[in-house]
């Protein structure tokens, strides 16, 4: 696939932005939504902070008390038994051996503002900010949506009781309207479609079950975008490719001729992240007319495949501008980065069913 | 607590069901949703049955096709060491040492009549059947709310892409509308409110994460019944006490003078299944008023603590008349009960916030 990346790229790092609480550092600005909003690009980035810990014994886990609004500290010893640190995303309870205790970090979102699409201006203070208790390990992963003069912002809600998906909206980027928590958990990689299809505003979401089945991508419908509803298994994993472990939506789709156009990432059983596109129909996007049989974008430069997570690019937004796709993207759960391909070169890589 | 088990218990046993399905017998008549339509109470039984095999190694696995609406037997090896036949009611693989990969029985919905609500004559052939790729491997507790005219029939919907919560309706319980899957996987227990509250309706359901937190009752909005949003965790299992392992809905919640009555159901480590109480405010049930402390049913009867998953009792439906709650409950994943125990008894045993 032919891919242009920007000569500027990473485009911001984790050293570009200050640490919004004090004794934190910042350790990813990655996975951005991403909107248009006058004659700006705006990056809505993940913000990932870390308390600091000066003791190599002591990890140290933030925690939002939704009550006092104060993010507190809860201390864990490294040669705690009960514990498992080998992740250095997450802390796992060894008895249940699955899932997650306590995040290592808190992240919020912050907004990054840009006139050429390359060179960002990061805002000093965040755009959004954990405040329910379903937000208490932070808000991931967001998305953006604009619907009209409404841009519906939303993102992976982690708490106690699970991951879920919680969706803010807003007309000026300054103030917010909060839905709620749009898809219940495990759920996370939502994005809603820009426009009703047919009478209904559609969503690509993807439940993560623990009966039976892999983390993959269904389709759901709603009359007013805060409920939905009608939900339907989408689209699977792969054995033997690239996304044979799990896949899940990425970028907003994109309107085309041909059909709306997704984006999605896919992880191999070695949780190597990749790009890949899928094409659903125009009137019916639970239908699917075409797949990527390689990645449209797979990690290969070292901002790609060196980071906190290495090998892993995963976008949460993407703009067409004529016949090219431009594509902004987290880096190995670090970075931010962009490229651009041809919407051409998309197409000429799809099967077609 | 006083709890008068009527003396024609167990209502119903898989004896008194003839089977659907040539070369299957039945192992499971319960769970059943309740309906009053005309001057008859229906049981919407979940009737389970189950592939005979005449080889002992041989286990056989029934999964519908749905394209050809015929379901098809998958024989396993009990000697294949990829399975685990462990637990007689799945198969697991060994591999992901965890869910499930086959079920043993198919669930379907079966009507029971009765005038006089203890003696019930059983329909000859299923009421709702498994006809969607979702619900391959059966349908399962059926829950039923009347609203206005109509009465909302859901369940659990059970395939290889997980558990979801899907519904149909019907005026007449002979035909039928779908409304499809109104709460992704992995999701069960739910009940739906029988009225609006503040211009909503309202359901109780119950995620199963994978992430982090336990199986517990979430509560959630709609405007139409078939959209779900606005989830919320509502309450949490109770380490040390009977609830401690999980919970779930129950019973669909009965109207009274106190509040909104939930009947759910709460298991211990040990997976022993019993019935607590749980009032919400009646104009926001989001609002808890008053728990159980103990149980207000728990499994000592006989057919409550021998069958073929034992130590359970499992309410999907009650009904309130004046004083008096007449209670409907699966007993050990194998038969129908009912019981009525006095509204005042229950309230007395609350425990108020």
Redesign the interface.
């Known amino acids: 696939m032919n891919v242009y990346r920007y000569e500027q790229n990473p485009l911001i790092t984790p050293e570009d932005v200050k640490p919004y609480h004090d004794g934190f550092r910042v350790i990813g600005a990655f996975n951005a939504g991403v909107a248009r909003c006058g004659d700006e690009t705006i990056l809505l980035l993940r913000v990932a902070e870390q308390p600091i810990s000066s003791d190599p014994d002591v990890v140290r886990a933030p925690v939002l008390n939704p009550s006092s609004g104060q993010v507190e500290i809860r201390e864990l010893n490294r040669n705690d038994e009960r514990y498992d640190f080998s992740d250095p995303r997450v802390v796992r309870d060894v008895a249940t051996n ?4 306590f995040l290592t970090s808190i992240s919020y979102i912050r907004a990054a503002r840009s006139k050429d699409g390359r060179r960002f201006t990061i805002d000093d203070a965040p755009l959004v900010y954990p405040s329910d ?2 937000e208490c390990f932070g808000i991931e992963d967001p998305r953006c949506t604009r619907i009209g003069d409404r841009h519906y912002l939303y993102y992976s809600a ?7 998906v919680n969706m803010v909206s807003t007309e000026d980027f300054a103030s917010f309207e909060r ?9 996370k990689d939502v994005v809603l479609f820009p426009e009703k299809i047919g009478g209904k505003y559609y969503a690509l ?1 993807r ?7 892999k983390p ?1 991508i ?1 389709i ?5 975008l ?8 989408l689209m ?1 994993s792969r054995p033997g490719m690239w996304d044979s472990g799990r896949i899940g939506a990425g970028a907003v789709p994109v309107k085309t001729e041909y059909g709306w156009l997704e984006l999605y990432h896919g992880a191999d059983d070695r949780h190597r992240y990749c790009m890949g596109a899928v094409l659903l129909d125009l009137e019916d996007p639970s239908k699917i007319l075409a797949r990527s049989g390689r990645p449209v974008l797979e990690p290969e430069a070292d901002y790609e495949k060196q980071g906190f997570f290495g090998d892993v690019v995963f976008s949460c937004g993407a703009i067409l501008v004529d016949d090219v796709l431009k594509v902004y993207y987290g880096c190995a759960d670090t970075s931010m980065a962009g490229a651009e391909i041809r919407l051409r070169d998309i197409m000429d890589n799809l099967i077609w069913k």
């Open positions: 699955e899932g997650f205790a208790p379903s982690v708490s106690t009781v699970g991951i879920g839905h709620g928590m749009i898809f219940c958990p495990d759920n979401h439940p993560t079950t623990r009966s039976i089945g993959e269904w759901a419908e709603s009359d007013n805060n409920q939905w509803g009608r939900h339907r298994h699977g």
